[in-house]
Each structure stands twice: as structure tokens, then as C-alpha cells.
């Protein structure tokens, strides 16, 4: 299952090092998105930025898969 990392881009506790470990390490596609402007919280601090970057990767994978089937 693919994995998509939102970490803010000047999150004071997540390293750009965590992500590429996570990009390295894991057995499954990592996208990343690193927002500008947030911290820590980037749901709170960048929240449009955030549901875009999820839906975008949500709906890829929907439409990879083909998960959604005409009515």
C-alpha cells in the first residue's frame, strides 16, 4: 500500500533525514509532500494545503486501482 508523508517543511520535530529513511526503509511507494509554512501540525497551521495534498494521493490511488465503479 503506497504511503504518502505530509510533514510541514519547517516541522521542529520531523527531519527531512526521517523522510528519506522512510523513503529508503520501506517496502511500498512513499510520496512525500513538505508543506511550506507549517510545523509541526500542517493540518492545523496549512489545512487547505493539506487536504489537497491527501485528496490528490487519495484519488490517485483510487483511480490506479480502479476502487470506484460506475453506478
Same mark, same amino acid.
Given at each position: 500500500?503506497?504511503? @504518502?508523508?505530509?510533514?510541514?517543511?519547517?516541522? &521542529?520535530?520531523?527531519?527531512?533525514?526521517?523522510?528519506?529513511? *522512510?523513503?529508503? %526503509?520501506?517496502?511500498?511507494?512513499?510520496?512525500?509532500?513538505? @508543506?511550506?509554512?507549517?510545523?509541526?501540525?500542517? &493540518?492545523?497551521?496549512?489545512?487547505?494545503?493539506?487536504?489537497? *495534498?491527501?485528496? %490528490?494521493?487519495?484519488?490517485?490511488?483510487?483511480?490506479?486501482?480502479?476502487?470506484?465503479?460506475?453506478?
Amino acid at each position: 500500500m503506497p504511503v @504518502l508523508i505530509v510533514q510541514g517543511a519547517d516541522d &521542529q520535530y520531523g527531519t527531512v533525514k526521517q523522510i528519506e529513511v *522512510a523513503q529508503e %526503509e520501506c517496502y511500498c511507494p512513499v510520496e512525500v509532500a513538505l @508543506l511550506p509554512n507549517a510545523r509541526h501540525s500542517p &493540518q492545523r497551521e496549512a489545512p487547505e494545503p493539506t487536504l489537497k *495534498a491527501i485528496s %490528490e494521493f487519495v484519488l490517485r490511488l483510487v483511480r490506479a486501482n480502479d476502487w470506484v465503479k460506475a453506478a
